[in-house]
DNA sequence: TTGCTCCTCACGTCACGTGAGGTGGC
DNA sequence: TTGCTCCTCACGTCACGTGAGGTGGC
């Protein structure tokens, strides 16, 4: 009954160092038939030849091609160009999942060196995201000190509730001098906004704008009259340590507990826009620097 | 109705930055519960300084661990050491699969670099696997030629069906001298062995040993009388493209046909035993070196 | 009759995303 | 009444792994 010049699905799967269930699995997909199916029972057949399309699937598997772009891949109507385009998708695709876990590796090896010192989790837990960019309203001046901002702050809600618009209970404040030394005595070019919906218009010293999106280095602190400094050192030394260099002005969000200004925030996110220094990834990836 | 100084779920997870689905999921997995839930309506309600919970479980998902991880690192009732033993643990495991990456990015590169002067895929695709060690009984003799292996094959078969085993359509060639030349005339260390289910006592020429397991690089032919000349000289290029060397003595995996020993084989894998280069990859992963 | 290999469902994995269909307070 | 925010199922994702329960040929 057996046609010696097919095999049974066991001995392709042994030849081919997969499972049975993998090849129940190509074969229910359509990426690899088997040569015959016995109508009686059911059995599958491949033949030896089969075995060089299921290293194929495989080498691209490993590669990290989901099924359905092996699919298509293998479909042998593609045109060299797509099969180049797919190809090199692909490379930028792994050079970021590289990217992403260098930095989980730094981020996990100063921990476990944290933890020789102290013994428990590092405090400041700082956080790496990508936001969007928004639409803000807001007022920019010299103070003489950060807290001296509600004016800044009462100057936009009033901008904001003319337009009938309710009051929000976040606004950030964003810090164009990182350093606060200028000419003798201590200023600070500070920028109070609050995020928009829609657009509107401009008026007296109100600006609306677009906080421009990209990569943050984050840390949040909970409850009032935390001081921030630590936070800054930390995260200061955070990008140094991590590879990072500082690319804007810092932010610094607040969220109150009601619309009420007098009270000080209860919740405060200090935001670094980041990007990586070049040089260090240059040097371990000589393929990133190929093309253009 | 609402208590002031707690959060709705939209704005805790604005705030968070995250989606109501993902802390309903917490909320479902024990993770992070809302400091209270409304009896009418099902309501979730979240503290501020449930932000910082928030913070630490999102920094630990970010260096990727799972959330049952996450779990048990933040009942605190974690020993320091077992904390410490976690860390190392995913540090590993993400420098393997940094490496894994490396090398996806590698090949990857060889393709586009290949495409750019063919047009089709790379005719010899040539793989990486992890195979464990198997028990193999085999002779090993000294020969003038490849092609002259059948007496030693006839030698394992016979002492093979001694045992009461029956005939395998495969068998393993092992290539002890990959240089064949030897004082003046040419000729082969040469091991033909069949891999065995149960230990067996050795017998005149027979050994019984374990053939290692580990990483190799392969490549698979099929059909008959096909030059395997090409495959070596692609594996021996492959390997060093990709940063490798060879660690131990080439296999050769035959399969036939049938256990009828006339016939060529018909499908032949080469195997080359590898291990990367050590240089490359300390150069790229300075924290790898510190731990013992 | 016992083993052996194979079969077809069906469910689990992991961390959510995405509707469907419904409710409570302004 | 219309919006809005929220609710609870339930199903989908991705590439299989893992039984459960059953069959055909030696």
Known sequence: ????????????????HVSIATLHHYDAYGLLKPAALDPQTGYRSYALAQLSQLNRILTLRDLGFSLDEIARLLHSDLAPDHLRTMLLRKQRALEEALLADELRLRQLATWVHHLEDEETMPAPTIRLQQVESMLIAGVREHLPHLREHGRLLTAVEAYLRQHGIPPSHTEVLILHSPHMVSDGHISIDLEVAMPLARMLPDQEAIHIRTLPGGLLASTVHTGVGIALGRAYQALHQWIDMQGYTLIGPVRQWQAHQSAGRELEPVVTEVQFPIAH???????????????G
Chains 1, 2 share one sequence.
């Not at 009954?1 to 081919?16: K, N, T, V, Y």
């Open 277 to 291: 220094r070049q040089a260090a990834t240059r040097l371990c990836h000589p393929f990133q620097g190929k093309r």
């Open 1 to 16: 009954m057996r046609d010696p010049s097919l095999l049974q699905i066991g001995e392709f799967a042994h030849l081919g």
